[in-house]
């Protein structure tokens, strides 16, 4: 007998994320059983869905106890398995030799507790610097950002193993919309230089890391730059792509054209910012989006519609591009969302928009294998196929894990049985 997740006879564009295994029911002496029902479901994907995780620092630490955060964290873990965290450098250490750690890595415990795993970002980045780093001499801003990396590296060693290790190194020496030290740290240095610092202090605080290289810039000076450190000898595990899409969602054949661009290097790709507003769109002239600052940005029901639907165009034509291993929604909810743009899922007051609804029947409906019965066929076996990722069989009181991904292919699965 077989079982077959939702996504597994329809979704050919996704078909290479669709694995088999075969599950066989043995008695207590090792025999196979014939005729037993198994109930075989999904606990995990291994592909990445990722949020931010910024909105529950709060009631991580025990600072929120509304009803209103505990629906929020319910609506966030039933879809995501992935939160990032956010490590600005100027907020995470606001006062010199005091970084908020506790705090953060209570909140990774937290998202721990709820099986969601953990990405930092970033770690060396020119943007939100302390201000206490202004002034100083450039061999000491380097010592210091040296010892940032390697602190909070080793600080969060088992709770965060996946990391941005730099951020927006395009643009990083050339920046010049406010003071900062690290823009000038990056002129004297280099580029590349700056990347062998963030990879390798990273490392050596953790061998086991996984490091992304993450910018916006999508430009072929992104390119040339990946070009650059891979001739360099510094090893990426992963590259980052951010999407902000307040302008407007760029369409199926241009995004899939961005990620062939980079999937040519052979690394894993990282959506690691994506974003769609659900009310106006940011004018196109805007060249930073940064620079667009209004009072009030609502969304509204046509925009949330379109923004469902892009979502899921979104979502479909990236999950089905091999190269892709990850794509993370930069916000779950309106309430405090980048810019104050509607990007969230979920309305400031708490209510899923249709962009969730529409996420969610992909990630728990149309790619996930709820709880099913079957029988063994008469060699006591099941063939389960569905979504590289967890899965669980249960036979009478008796269950057993086991993992669908291209190496487990039709691996035997035992599960003792009293039956």
């Not at 029911?25 to 995780?53: C, K, M, S, Y």
């Not at 990774?108 to 939100?128: D, I, S, Y």
């Not at 600052?293 to 899921?312: F, N, Y």
């Not at 979104?314 to 743009?341: F, K, M, N, Q």
Request: glycine content about 8%.
């Amino acid at each position: 007998m077989s079982i077959y997740s939702a996504a597994a006879p329809s979704s050919t564009a996704q078909a290479h994320r669709i694995h088999e295994a075969v599950v066989t029911v043995l008695d207590t002496r090792g025999e196979p059983l014939a005729g037993v029902e198994v109930t075989v479901e999904q606990t995990r994907h291994a592909f990445t869905f990722g949020n931010i995780g910024f909105d529950f620092i709060g009631i991580a630490n025990g600072e929120s106890t509304s009803n209103a955060d505990e629906r929020l964290a319910a609506l966030y873990t039933d879809v995501f398995n992935t939160a990032t965290l956010p490590f600005y450098w100027g907020r995470f250490e606001q006062r010199r030799g005091e970084p908020d750690t506790l705090r953060l890595q209570r909140t990774a415990r937290w998202f721990r507790e709820r099986g969601v795993a953990l990405k930092g970002h970033p770690l060396v980045w020119h943007t939100v610097q302390p201000d206490w780093l202004l002034g100083l001499p450039l061999d000491e801003v380097e010592r210091l950002q040296r010892e940032r990396i390697h602190r909070d590296v080793r600080d969060f060693d088992g709770l965060i193993d996946t990391w941005d290790a730099i951020n927006e190194v395009v643009i990083m020496p050339v920046f010049d919309n406010g003071e900062n030290a690290i823009s000038p740290l990056a002129r004297a240095r280099g580029r590349i230089q700056m990347i062998r610092m963030a990879f390798e202090e990273a490392r050596a605080a953790n061998p086991r890391v996984k490091l992304l290289l993450n910018d916006f810039d999508l430009s072929t000076a992104y390119e040339c730059l990946i070009e650059g450190v891979l001739e360099a000898g510094i090893p990426i595990d992963a590259i980052g792509l951010q999407t902000h899409m307040h302008q407007g969602y760029w369409g199926e054949d241009a995004m899939l054209a961005t990620v062939d661009r980079f999937a040519r290097y052979g690394l894993p790709l990282h959506l690691t910012e994506t974003s769609l507003v659900s009310g106006h769109l940011m004018p196109a002239d805007i060249v930073d989006l940064n620079d667009y600052r209004i009072p009030s940005w609502p969304s509204t029901p046509d925009g949330e519609e379109r923004q469902a639907d892009e979502l899921v165009r979104h979502y479909r034509s990236l999950v089905a591009h091999p190269a892709v291993e990850a794509i993370t929604y930069w916000g779950i909810t309106d309430a405090d969302a980048w810019l104050g743009a509607p990007i969230g899922l979920v309305r400031a007051d708490g209510t899923p928009k249709p962009s969730y609804d529409a996420l969610r029947r992909l990630v728990k409906e149309d790619w996930w294998l709820s709880p099913t019965n079957t029988i063994t066929d008469e060699h006591g076996r099941v063939a389960v196929s569905g979504f590289s990722g967890d899965y669980l069989a249960r036979v009478g009181d008796g269950a057993t894990a086991f993992t669908i991904d291209p190496t487990t292919d039709r691996i035997p699965i035992s599960i003792p049985s009293n039956t």
